[in-house]
């Protein structure tokens, strides 16, 4: 017996895939989990989760260059793309967030997931703000992340649509981002 998941009205989401990106403590997860609830069928692929599920063996990136957390970076990147896609076909539409800072990433992003159109949406708030929200939430990070802020304004600049949510709400950032998707700007 074979089972086939086919959305029910069997066209593809009109939105395709947002990739929302920043730097740690942008607010990605939680305007991913927002934007989410607010599109009529959606999915939140919280990439970091996936990175969890290796159980041994796993290495975080660091601020030190390691090439297997290099290669975990593009494992979990491609597991990532494979479920969105998945999503996709199913008639949802994958919210995918990630940290993408670098344009290898953004490129290996583009190359593998094939949900289309694909629109990068980068959370800009200033390092100042990012590394206060990370050193006040539940998830306490004890890294300074910020140096990322520069090389994510150089590698991926002029690419998808930008937002600075440093004094936003939550709700007001998934206002701009769903205003990018309606207006068909934002595509990667």
């Not at 959305?7 to 990739?19: S, W």
């Not at 929302?20 to 990605?28: D, M, R």
């Not at 290796?54 to 290669?71: C, F, L």
């Not at 649509?161 to 709700?171: L, R």
């Amino acid at each position: 017996m074979t089972f086939a998941l086919v959305p029910i009205d069997r066209e593809p989401p009109p939105v395709g895939a947002v990739l929302l990106t920043g730097i740690p403590g942008s607010g990605k997860s939680t305007v991913a989990a927002a934007l989410a609830t607010r599109l009529p069928r959606a999915a939140h692929v919280e990439v970091d989760g996936l990175q969890q599920m290796i159980v041994s063996g796993g290495r975080w990136p660091t601020p030190e260059p390691d090439a297997e957390a290099d290669r975990q970076i593009f494992l979990r990147a491609r597991n990532a793309c494979l479920l969105a896609d998945s999503f996709a076909a199913a008639g949802f539409v994958p919210v995918l967030d990630d940290v993408v800072v670098r344009r290898a990433h953004l490129d290996f992003y583009r190359a593998t997931l094939h949900t289309r159109p694909l629109h990068l949406v980068v959370l800009s708030p200033t390092p100042t703000t990012t590394h206060h929200r990370n050193q006040t939430r539940a998830k306490t990070l004890t890294t300074d992340w910020s140096p990322l802020d520069q090389a994510l304004r150089t590698e991926l600049a002029g690419e998808g649509t930008w937002i600075d949510n440093g004094t936003q709400t939550v709700d007001e950032t998934v206002d701009a981002v769903l205003g990018c998707l309606g207006g068909g700007s934002g595509g990667a």
